[in-house]
């Protein structure tokens, strides 16, 4: 027979066990019911976007729905013949970089699957006419914000930037550029450059920005737009509209001078050399009798290595 102190422990223990299964999965509800904060509440606390990101933030491309025949998307790369449909060698001439094809109209097909698709048409400047299946539903066309036409931009989109940048001049942050022939070249950081013109770039980068330096030097960057993913290069991570020599009074000017020439020297710290060069691929920390030893990892073999913070040696 089962003794009576040995049932009351039985029935301690099973409350027990139940009161904890209630309060881990009261637990568990509560953070998988935490809301994700989105940039609309960042906005709302008060969190404001660089005057950098906000100067070019409202070009946007069309909704499909309010395009009209005529509307025109400049070609930025070879590889478009390969979305069309009826596509012929005869009209690969104008199908190249910078050209344009215009925008004809929308129609829908029915699918092998009895669905409706959207079906873009349209005309080269040799008059041919190319289509391309968008593999949307058409039902769902008025609803999209965006319909990406691969390999090609909207010459809207092209001359809004224009009417926004050129003219002004801003600090540029990169060294690495396009000289006038399209070749890699390197020139000075964060000096100032006056825009001259915004033409049609690659499929990466989609935007091309031309500018002269002070030095009456002209030059070319490549830029995305957009709040994508993709959009890497967009018009904050290359200009600055302050000068950022500014934002660095603790430099002394010897070495903000080898900073602009994207020069190194022993005795920098991580931050300058971070200015001078940019941030590396990899970091790797291991401590030492001496202190800290850092090692900073680029690409071509480019190293640095710093000691408590300040630069000891490097590959560069």
């Known amino acids: 027979m089962t003794s009576r102190p040995r049932l009351l422990f039985q029935h301690v223990s099973i409350m027990v066990l139940l009161t904890m299964m209630l309060t881990l999965q009261s637990c568990f509800t509560g953070v998988e019911s935490t ?26 491309p069309q909704a499909p729905a309010h395009w009209t025949p005529g509307k025109q998307f400049y070609i930025l790369d070879t590889k478009v013949s390969m979305i069309f449909e009826n596509f012929t060698g005869d009209s690969l001439t104008t199908l190249i970089p910078y050209h344009k094809i215009t925008f004809r109209g929308v ?3 029915r699918s092998i699957t009895g669905q409706e698709v959207t079906i873009v048409s349209f ?3 040799d008059k041919h006419i190319l289509t391309y299946n968008s593999g ?12 990406d036409i691969p390999f090609a931009i909207e010459t809207d989109i092209i001359d809004s930037v224009a009417q926004r940048l050129v ?3 801003y600090y540029i942050i990169p060294a690495r550029r396009l000289s006038t022939t399209g070749t890699d070249t390197v020139g000075q950081r964060y000096t100032p450059v006056t825009i001259t013109a915004v033409s049609p770039g690659t499929a990466s980068y989609p935007l091309k920005v031309l500018f002269t330096d002070n030095s009456g030097n002209n030059s070319a960057i490549l830029m995305t737009i957009g709040d994508r993913a993709s959009s890497t290069r967009n018009f904050d991570r290359i200009f600055s509209i302050s000068d ?24 920098m710290t991580t931050q300058e ?42 590959r560069y």
């Open 35 to 60: 809301p994700k904060i989105t940039s609309k509440d960042i906005k709302r606390r008060g969190v404001t976007e660089s005057a950098e990101k906000n100067i070019l933030a409202n070009i946007k």
């Open 167 to 169: 003219g002004n001049t």
């Open 136 to 147: 949307i539903e058409y039902q769902h066309l008025s609803s999209l914000k965006t319909l």
């Open 244 to 267: 950022p020599r500014k934002s660095y009074p603790m430099i002394n000017d010897e070495t903000w001078q080898l900073i602009i020439n994207s020069r190194l020297k022993d005795g």
């Open 273 to 314: 050399c971070r200015l001078a060069i940019g941030p590396p691929n990899d970091i790797q920390r291991v401590p030492s009798t001496a202190g800290m030893i850092e090692r900073w990892t680029y690409d071509d073999g480019i190293y640095l290595i710093f000691e408590d913070g300040i630069l000891a040696r490097y």
């Open 107 to 109: 129609s829908p097909r």
């Open 123 to 125: 005309i080269t400047d």
